[in-house]
């Protein structure tokens, strides 16, 4: 597949997506997500990869949201087009997604590493939903996922104001899972990813299929789930590997069966 506005790697189990809009900051446009779904759908059912790593460049994941394409649209036209709901067949894979963020995500950007089960950050990076300044409001999840991850007076401040944050505050309010020396980004996410890779596929795509839930129901309710999850996982070769292997003080060979 030819592929205008990503670049893609592998590093064995892991699948490292560039998003590839150098002039325009990594502007989100139709064409963009449509590639990456495409690129992505097919390898979320490989056994052989273990992981989705999406990152930008240096300078920006994503500024956005691609302005252009969005500002002469009308109501209807954006009704009939359910413009964006592409984007929830990426919510939709099920390999663990991580998003290294580098500079600028903001708006769109700021979601779509929101809609990535982690993210690790560069020193560097900024965070924000100013779509306030545009006129509109977050549309790719903002109002929801970050009011979830941040809670409602950070993301209340955040999506009001139009204000950025720095990677420093993005950690201590939760929406980032570490920050990192811009220079060793893609080394720490890539590390990372491949040691989420190295598990039991199953086992991978269980556990953050389980967390999602604590987003979503009661604590009662998620924690059924969660014990139900875990029961079904004795069915498989990989449960019986993993425990074996402990016991037998060697490590562990996941076929993802
Ligand atoms: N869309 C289109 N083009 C963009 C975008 C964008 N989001 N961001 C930057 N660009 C372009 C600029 O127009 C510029 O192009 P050119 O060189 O042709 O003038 C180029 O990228 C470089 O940008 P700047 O010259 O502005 O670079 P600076 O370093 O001066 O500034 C900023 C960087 C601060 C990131 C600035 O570019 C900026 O503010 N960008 C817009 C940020 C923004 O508002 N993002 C939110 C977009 S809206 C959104 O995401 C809503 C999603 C909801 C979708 C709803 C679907 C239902």
Known sequence: MHLNHLKVDRDDRVVI???????????????????????LAPL???????????????????????????ASKTAPEM??????????????????????????????GCELAMMCDTIIAADTAV?????????????????????????????MDLILTGRTM???EAERSGLVSRVVPADRLLDEATAAARTIASY????SMAAREAVDRALEVGLAEGSRFERRVFHA????????????????KRPPDFTGH
């Open 200 to 203: 039991s596929k199953p086992a």
């Open 166 to 168: 720095d990677a420093a």
């Open 233 to 248: 996982l004795f069915a498989g070769e990989d449960q019986k590997e993993g425990m074996r292997a402990f016991l037998e």
């Open 79 to 108: 009704f009939a087009e359910d413009y964006f709901a592409g984007w929830e067949r990426f919510t939709a894979l099920r390999t663990p997604k991580l998003a290294a963020v580098s500079g600028y995500a903001l708006g769109g």
């Open 17 to 39: 997506v560039h998003l590839h809009r150098p002039q325009v900051l990594n502007a989100l446009n139709s064409e963009l997500m449509n590639e990456l779904i495409d690129t």
């Open 127 to 155: 965070f924000g939903q100013p779509e306030i300044k545009l006129g509109v409001i977050p549309g790719i999840g903002g109002t929801q996922r970050l009011t979830r991850l941040v809670g409602k007076a950070k993301a």
């Open 44 to 70: 979320d059912r490989d056994p052989g990869v273990g992981c989705f790593l999406i990152t930008g460049s240096q300078r920006a994941f994503a500024a956005g949201a691609d302005i252009s394409e969005m």
